[in-house]
């Protein structure tokens, strides 16, 4: 949820911030700006896209070694010019971009109103910029560095933060508290961003930043400290990212490359983590904390989105396979409510970020109770992968699309491993069990290849016939129903169509008053064990003339002779369905959103990571 870069060194700073920014873009993209010192404090901003700022900054013949950016999503104030960042003070001479929610701003603004500032924007923003002049200029022998931190220490609420003051044409100063910031080191120059994908094509070494803590950054200096000033000396960190996994690759959108990418996204997760061989499981993240699982009461699992779909397939996996209980819980409802969780339970965050608000103040506060957290998160160095007592990373790669795809199989194949090894542990899983288990998950892979290469056209088809229409209902059993949530998400994000995802026996409970012709109803009927139950579903949707649409299993006839359109998928133990019936959805939305003219990869009003509550 927004996106910060910022340059210093000898190559163009507008090209750099560009770019970066160009990839911070699914973070936010209502509106973009730079600021530059080039001499002067140059500010380009405005409503819309990078691209609009880059024609701007090219019209301008900007320049200069040094500077920052943004993309924005806005929280205060409406998307337009005034309020994009960066925000100015009152004289011109302070840059700020940031990223976060100042909770108190309202309060500081009018103080600031009236000791005689004037405010441009609606932005909480401005009033850091104003704020920090104000106790620059104001208070004797206060230097520009210590003026931020006054400024910091009267502000309420979450900011990655980059600032500019033209007194001082060499520096950039960062600060965080709640939005994620690192930095990167390379030869002469240094970079500064909100996560590394501006960063990979120029130097793998970074820093990141945490709260609380604050940089002054030279071309070839950084000075790592906390906000009261304490010095830190910081780990440097080597990415692993590549360049190729933050491109399109050919690909018309990043949605549909993360969607192909799946039989690769989902054997890196399991890459020397499952033994084919020796019919074991090893997850080296949770090593050390095994027993406290084996012997936890309970599992409590939080998340947001489409990890929160993949938390419910969580809770039917722990259930089945280990025996252990689960909650599964919205983050920012668990985090608001006093939860009852402490010592000898678990809480399980589940992010593909690593930096969802609500999930981190999930994880801070089971923490505070006692209780174990284990995190599964996508992004290496994420906030909340660093703050988890332990877990295990989903190796997706990068997720740039804003609706989720490979995060959520990865973060599916995890659970499973987890459970699975955890039933083992606890006696519960027989050696050829957890045979059949291993040997059918190293098969996925090529399961989730032969749907891609094989329902492709037919789902394109489908959703030329669907594009227009103005609902559709997803219905599932067992483990089918946290897929028809997640089929529901992915149509309602990227192309505007309502639509909602139910157990299907629920569907007699209300949504059946909403089916007539004109309503397509998706039903995921793959699992063996709750099929019949699903052909009754069937039978009265089709009874009241909804269109339906099938995803089946390959020997599942019966539904298939009574659905209007089918996708057909391998057959697995019905605990791993959910890797595969979610594929045929994903391509249903993606389809649909195109045929729709909308922008699959940035679509309105969302954000890739929620960083604000
Ligand atoms: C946003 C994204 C979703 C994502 C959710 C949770 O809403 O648009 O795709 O599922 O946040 O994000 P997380 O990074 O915590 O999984």
Redesign the pocket.
């Known amino acids: 949820m927004c996106g910060i870069v910022g340059y210093v060194g000898d190559r163009d700073a507008t090209e750099v911030l560009i770019k970066g920014l160009k990839r911070l873009e699914y973070r936010g993209y209502d509106s973009a700006g730079i600021a530059l010192i080039d001499g002067k404090l140059i500010v380009q901003k405005g409503k819309g896209k990078v691209i609009n700022l880059e024609k701007g900054s090219k019209k301008n013949n900007l320049s200069g070694k040094l500077g920052i950016g943004h993309t924005r999503w806005a929280t205060h104030g409406e998307p337009n010019d005034v309020n994009s960042h960066p925000h100015l003070s009152e004289t011109g001479k302070i840059a700020v971009v940031h990223n976060g929610i100042i909770e108190n701003y309202n309060t500081l603004k009018k103080q600031l109103i009236e000791r005689g500032r004037t405010f441009q924007s609606q932005t909480d923003t401005e009033i850091i910029a104003q704020l920090i002049e104000e106790i620059y200029t104001k208070s004797k022998g206060v230097t520009f560095e210590q003026a931020i931190r006054l400024a910091l220490k009267q502000i309420v609420g979450t900011y990655g933060l980059a600032i500019l003051n033209i007194e001082t044409p060499d520096k950039i100063y960062i600060a965080r508290k709640g939005s994620p910031l690192l930095l990167g080191v390379g030869e002469n120059e240094m970079f500064i961003a909100s996560d590394a994908s501006p960063i990979v094509e120029y130097t793998n070494k970074v820093v990141y930043l945490d709260d609380g803590e604050m940089a002054i950054v030279t071309r070839s200096n950084y000075e790592v400290k906390t906000i009261d000033d304490s010095p830190l000396t910081k780990e440097v960190h080597e990415l692993a990212i590549s360049l190729d996994a933050i491109e399109k690759a050919g690909y018309p959108h990043f949605m549909l490359k993360e969607i192909f990418e799946q039989p690769r996204s989902i054997a890196d997760c399991m890459r020397g983590r499952i033994d084919v061989e020796n019919s074991s499981i090893l997850l080296g993240g949770i090593e050390d904390v095994i027993d406290d699982l084996v012997n936890a009461k309970r599992i409590v699992i939080a998340?947001?989105?489409?990890?929160w779909h993949s938390a419910l397939v969580g809770e039917y996996l722990f259930e089945q396979l280990a025996k252990t209980p689960v909650e599964v819980e919205y983050a920012s409802e668990f985090r608001y409510r006093d939860p009852l969780i402490g010592k000898g339970d678990v809480l399980l965050v589940?992010?593909?970020?690593?930096?969802?608000a609500d999930?981190l103040a999930a994880l801070r506060e089971a923490q505070e109770k006692g209780a174990l957290v284990l995190g599964i998160c996508n992004v290496v160095g994420s906030t909340i992968s660093r703050e988890t007592d332990a877990g295990v990373f989903t190796h997706a790669g990068p997720e740039i699309g804003?609706?989720?795809t490979k995060?959520f199989t990865a973060q599916v194949v995890v659970l499973i491993m987890m459970a699975l090894e955890l039933g083992q542990r606890k006696g519960l899983i027989s050696s050829d069990e957890m045979k059949r288990y291993i040997a059918e998950l190293s098969r996925i892979p090529a399961k989730v290849e032969h749907i891609l290469e094989h329902s492709d056209d037919t789902i394109k088809k489908m959703a030329s016939l669907f594009t227009y229409a103005p609902n559709f209902l997803y219905l599932g059993r067992s483990y089918s129903f946290p897929v028809a949530l997640e089929g529901a998400l992915k149509l309602k994000?990227i192309s505007y169509i309502h639509a909602e995802g139910y157990p299907a026996a629920e569907m007699k409970h209300g949504p059946i008053a909403l089916i007539d012709e004109m309503m397509p109803v998706v039903v995921i009927a793959a699992t063996d064990h709750t099929n019949d139950k699903m052909v009754s579903n069937i039978e009265e949707v089709k009874a009241r003339k909804g269109r339906l649409i099938a995803i089946i299993n390959d020997e599942n006839t019966e539904v298939k002779d009574l659905a209007d359109f089918c996708v057909s998928i391998p057959n697995t133990i019905d605990c791993f369905s959910p890797l595969l019936t979610v594929i045929p959805l994903q391509l249903l939305s993606y389809y649909i959103a195109v045929n729709r003219g909308c922008n699959v990869d940035q679509p309105r009003n969302?954000?890739?990571?929620?960083t604000v509550e």
């Open positions: 998340a947001c989105g489409t990890s589940i992010s593909q970020s690593g930096e969802t999930t804003v609706a989720s995060a994000e969302l954000a890739k990571s929620v």
